[in-house]
Structure formats: structure tokens, C-alpha cells
């Protein structure tokens, strides 16, 4: 849970994920290469936890938790809000967390290509509009696999998406962010009637140049 500013909350959590980014950038190129254009989104998305796991620097100053059980009560019962696919907990508070949503883009089916952009924001960033996801945090985290690495592809069709539907995503449009060598981003701000939330996409070649 956040008290206090919330402006001061939004930083740390920018602080602390641009240093998983710089992490990020220099494990992905030894992960992707593990997997091909036909790989399973939950693969791609462990073997990156653990490597983040395993990170000397992680180690010492976060706990990362892969396929994290998002629970509430309701009505007297405790329910299962969903599995976020990472979180990342750097106090000892366990209601403030980095919550990391990932999904495949760009990947050819037998059935044709398919670019995923829709499913990427219907069934990724739609869990932090609607709360499913870090219902009181002010800050989360989408990653898009690139399966044929071509990002920029992927990138237009993703703000495409967001752009088609800023109503529902309750979002102006995008904004971009500088490229960290291989690794596209910009970020979407999301006027909760909860609480505002700034997500930062990153957008991830399987095979970086």
C-alpha cells in the first residue's frame, strides 16, 4: 500500500526499474537465444525470472517472485485475482511491488502471422486499468517478446492498439521513451478511478542486433 506522495512513490519505482532494465539488457541477449519464433510465452517468461533471479545484484537487494498469486477477500472468501508473471519486492512491505506482465508479439501461427497487439492490451494492460493488477500501486511494467525481432513492426502495431482504444484504457496517447540498446519503450498513464498508474512498456527482440 502507498501513503504519502504519490509523485515521490512513482520516482522510486522508476528508479529502481530502470536498473532491471539495465539488468534486463544484458541477460536478454544469452535468454532469447534459448527460444525460437514458436516458443510459449510462460518459457520465455521463467527463464527470464530466474536469470533475474540469479543476478548478483538482485540477490542482494530484491525478491523476485515468478507466476505471483494476486489474492483479495470477497464477501468473506478469499479469491484468486490472477498470476502476474513476475513481481519484484524491494521492502519488506509485500503490498508494494513491481509488477511485470509479459506477452508474445509478432509470431506466425500455421494458421498466418499474427501480430498479438490486440492481446498484448486486452489481456495485459486491460489487467492494470482494471485493477486486477497492482490495484493500489502507482506503477507497472508490460514486456512484449518480439518472436521474429522486428520491433519496430511490433512497437506501431502496439501503440496502434492503444491509440484505437485510449476510452477504454482510460489513457491519452503514448509517450516515448529512449531505446536502451536493443530495448524499445514508452509509456501509457491510465486514470484509474482508484488511483492513477503510469505503466512503461518494454518491447524485447528474441534475437537483439
Known amino acids: 500500500m502507498i501513503l504519502g506522495n504519490s509523485s515521490i512513490w512513482v520516482e522510486r519505482f522508476q528508479d529502481i526499474h530502470y536498473q532491471v532494465v539495465a539488468i534486463i539488457r544484458d541477460i536478454w541477449p544469452s535468454c532469447g537465444r534459448r527460444f525460437d519464433s514458436q516458443s510459449g510465452e510462460n518459457k520465455i517468461t521463467d527463464q527470464l525470472a530466474l536469470m533475474l533471479q540469479r543476478h548478483p545484484y538482485s540477490r542482494q537487494h530484491w525478491l523476485i517472485i515468478p507466476q505471483y498469486k494476486s489474492l483479495t477477500d470477497f464477501n468473506g472468501d478469499v479469491v ?71 520491433t519496430p513492426k511490433a512497437l506501431n502495431a ?23 540498446s536493443f ?19 518494454l518491447l524485447l527482440p528474441l534475437q537483439p542486433t
Do not use: W
Open 158 to 180: 502496439v501503440k496502434q492498439q492503444i491509440k484505437n482504444k485510449t476510452g477504454k484504457l482510460l489513457c491519452p496517447l503514448p509517450m516515448d521513451l529512449p531505446t536502451i
Open 183 to 201: 530495448i524499445h519503450r514508452f509509456s501509457t498513464i491510465h486514470n484509474r478511478p482508484t488511483q492513477k498508474i503510469e505503466i512503461e512498456h
Open 80 to 150: 484468486t485475482k490472477g498470476f502476474i508473471d513476475f513481481v519484484l519486492f524491494f521492502t519488506l512491505d509485500q503490498e508494494t511491488y513491481i509488477s511485470y506482465e509479459c506477452k508474445r508479439l509478432n509470431v506466425q501461427f500455421p494458421s498466418g502471422f499474427q501480430t498479438l497487439a490486440d492481446k498484448y492490451v486486452d489481456e495485459g494492460v486491460m489487467r492494470y486499468v482494471s485493477a486486477q493488477y497492482a490495484q493500489e500501486l502507482p506503477f507497472g511494467v508490460m514486456i512484449g517478446y518480439v518472436l521474429d525481432s522486428d
